[in-house]
């Protein structure tokens, strides 16, 4: 496969900008402003304040007791992602994409949404600073999210179904990138995870690495030293380049990303894109990619929303070529089971898609020594799945 | 000057039709070329089928998914091509997401266009700055890479791409996807007049162009016109007679270039 020698915006052989011509100005004019605000303490300093006030951080790194003698290895913590305002990890991005919006001068603000949690955040943040929001969504997803898609209208936003492809993620994406086309000049395309054309997968990084600062920070006070493995569920990728970006350099940290396994890999209906994924472009960036040997795009499957993506993100697709951060990836049963310990055993709740991390706990645990400290990022809280998890799991 | 760019300056305006390769079945695509050859065209682009057409609209994306459906592929266009019974004199171009490119092998992709005696290749998610993943393997092959240049590409961007420009070059006149629209905005034809002054390569207004009275309205400031959607859904639901009228409409205009 040829590799890309123009090399801006690239993690590897990921990443870059490939986008029709009619974005092109504005990924550079994205990419421009970015870096300037980047650099501008006042900027740090607006975001910083809002994530105190309005989102409600910094987030407790919480030790799971009843846990951790469940699985009967390392001391387990929780990093609660899942009490920020809005129920999960996605405003630190929002919030972030929202303020450099409207420093660039963009009164319009278009999404996409799988979960519908990005769609909730971004309608969230629009509301708060008065931005129009308009959030394309799959059917399928609409189907499986109802309540989030009221939260959204609820909040002021414009939800707008699209029913092509497989209805999912990857295909509100296409047409949030088309809506972009059409009103590039007032509208910033917020997305919502650590993808698309350069700036966003190291923009997106970056607005989520407040969850790894802020662990570190918390692991070193809590426990007077740096933790064991680090764990975090992938779909696009978001939550997990957040909390892995700061301990990357930290070699003895092993950093482990879960990707959903669907109904199992040799199913065929799975989103583990670095399992079953070769490089290939979408969305405006290298990436590996499922795909068909003509370089058709599959359809990816997983019973949470915000996991049913068929590419991740190009720092990703890089960490783990480099073998940085390992890969493995947890089926629908599996993320139902855990749900339900983690549930019954701290009272809490996790999303679905966090639940593939807690699983993917569960089994690194039995490897670890007695001790030794997993954290786990739990992305968010699982209110928004409800009625899929009714639809599946037996209380007794 | 190439073969495609011979044929698009000996016809003003000149008129490229776009067609969904497969749509209707891989077997239906010589004879679409052939009702195009004979209805007056200067050259037919291919499109090949992408499961995620970014810069698509509802149509042309439609008309994908059929042929996806049908299971075409790059590789059974190219096949088709090279089968077919009589060899359109018109230049066939092929318009491809990137991908597909990829996962052939851009200098397989263009050995077969070279086979298939395919005159130029126009790759709407290949930005400029990366044209190089495909573009050595095009010209080693003698197969011009069309350049796309729209209302938002600052000037010295447009200087560069210019400069590279082969074939023709392809001037998007809409922000936003394929699709036929009812007007154009008003700086249409002064970017399309400016582009042209600075062009060596014939230019022509793609997106949005669906009839002859919007390509009257544009005429003096281009060389011709691409259209898509309105082919597309024309030969979906068998109005030939329309695809005649409309390219009898535009190659028939008198264009008085001032």
């Known amino acids: ?396 | 000057m190439g073969y495609l760019q011979e044929r698009i300056e000996r016809q003003n305006p000149a008129f490229v039709a776009y067609i969904m390769a497969g749509d209707g079945g891989l077997d239906s695509l010589e004879e679409r070329v052939q009702v195009l050859e004979e209805a007056g065209v200067t050259a037919i682009e291919l499109g090949i089928p992408f499961s995620d057409p970014v810069a698509d609209g509802p149509v042309i994306q439609d008309a994908g998914v059929r042929a996806l459906q049908e299971g075409v592929t790059l590789r059974d266009v190219f096949a088709a091509v090279r089968g077919f019974e009589q060899k359109p004199e018109v230049p066939l171009v092929i318009m491809t997401y990137l991908n597909p490119v990829l996962q052939y092998g851009a200098e397989a992709f263009a050995e077969s266009c070279r086979e298939a005696g395919i005159a130029g290749v126009i790759v709407p998610d290949l930005p400029f700055e990366h044209q190089d993943l495909v573009k050595p393997a095009l010209s080693e092959a003698g197969v011009p890479l069309v350049q796309l240049v729209t209302l938002t590409t600052t000037e010295e961007r447009l200087d560069a791409i210019l400069a590279e420009a082969e074939g023709f070059v392809y001037a998007v006149t809409v922000k936003g996807v394929t699709g036929g629209r009812k007007s154009f905005s008003e700086d249409v034809a002064e970017f399309l007049a400016r582009i042209r002054s600075k062009s060596d390569a014939p230019v022509l207004a793609g997106f949005g162009i669906s009839s002859a009275e919007q390509a009257a309205a544009l005429a003096p400031s281009c060389d011709g016109f691409i259209v898509g959607s309105a082919i597309v859904q024309a030969f979906y639901e068998g109005r030939e007679d329309d695809i005649r009228e409309l390219v009898q409409g535009v190659v028939g205009l008198t264009v008085n270039k001032g």
Not at chain 1, 123 to 134: D, K, P, S
Request: aromatic fraction near 6%.
């Open chain 1, 1 to 396: 496969m040829t590799t890309a020698s123009n090399k801006t915006g690239f993690f590897g052989r990921y990443g870059g900008q490939f986008v029709p011509e009619t974005l092109m100005k504005a990924v550079k004019e994205l990419e421009a402003a970015y870096a300037e605000a980047k650099a501008d303490p006042e900027f740090q300093e607006e975001l910083e304040t809002y994530l105190k006030e309005y989102v409600g951080r910094e987030q407790p790194l919480t030790f799971a007791k009843r846990l951790t003698e469940e699985f009967g290895g390392p001391d387990i913590y929780l990093k609660r992602e899942d009490l920020n305002h809005t129920g999960a990890h996605k405003i630190n991005n929002a919030l972030g994409q929202v303020l450099l919006a409207k420093r660039m001068g963009k009164e319009k603000i278009v999404a996409e949404t799988g979960a519908g949690q990005h769609g909730v955040a971004t309608a969230t943040v629009c509301a708060l600073f008065g931005l129009e929001c308009i959030v394309y969504m799959g059917e399928e997803d609409i189907r499986r999210q109802q309540l989030n898609v009221f939260r959204m209208e609820l909040l002021g936003a414009e939800v707008r179904g699209v029913k092509a492809g497989s209805a999912t993620l990857k295909d509100a994406v296409n047409e949030a990138l088309r809506h972009w086309v059409a009103n590039v000049e007032d509208t910033h395309y917020l997305i919502g995870s650590a993808l698309g054309p350069h700036p966003f997968p190291e923009m997106v990084r970056d607005f989520q690495r407040v969850i790894g600062d802020e662990t570190k920070r918390q692991a070193e006070a809590k426990t007077g030293r740096l933790p064991d493995a680090v764990i975090a569920c992938v779909g696009g990728g978001s939550n997990a380049i957040g909390m892995f970006y700061p301990f990357v350099e930290d070699e003895g940290v092993e950093l482990i990303g879960v990707e959903a396994a669907g109904s199992g890999i040799d199913s065929g209906k799975h989103a583990a894109t670095l399992t079953g994924g070769k490089l290939g472009v979408l969305h405006g960036a290298f990436m590996k990619v499922l795909q068909t040997d003509d370089g058709q795009i599959q359809e990816a499957h997983s019973i949470s929303a915000g996991l049913d993506y068929p590419g991740i993100g190009p720092e990703h697709a890089y960490l783990h070529e480099i073998g940085r951060v390992k890969y493995t990836a947890v089926t629908d049963d599996e993320a139902l089971d855990a749900v339900k310990k983690l549930s019954r055993l701290e009272g809490i709740i996790p999303a679905l898609e966090s639940a593939h991390a807690i699983a993917e706990a569960e089994k690194q645990a039995k490897k670890m020594d007695k001790g030794s400290v997993l954290v786990v990022c739990l992305s968010g809280r699982g209110d928004k799945d409800m009625e899929t998890i009714r639809s599946h799991v037996e209380v007794e």
